[in-house]
């Protein structure tokens, strides 16, 4: 807990499954194609993720940990907002 009483990413994300990361596509390649600079197109990230076999577990994950970026999960920051946004 920080001292605005909020949970830090990590705090929120500890209580879920990670298991599944063991068996993502991007663990060996790094996260140099799903954190780019602003403006840059995920098109190779977009490809990897539609062939994952962990699509659904990372982008839970993702969405419990607002404000991360990147491409995860099969979608952006902005989409995963978006999916918040719909949730509530
Ligand atoms: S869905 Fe994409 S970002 Fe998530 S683990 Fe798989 S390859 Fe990595």
Redesign the pocket.
Known sequence: MNEHGKKSWWERTESLDTQ??SK????E?GPDL?FIEQGGAYTE?KQ??Q?????S???TW?LAQPGIG?????TTEHQRRRMGRQAS
Do not use: K, R
């Open positions: 599944w990361m993502s596509l991007c663990v390649i799903f990230a990897i993720c062939m994952c076999s962990v699509t577990e990372c982008l993702a990147g491409f995860l999960g099969g």
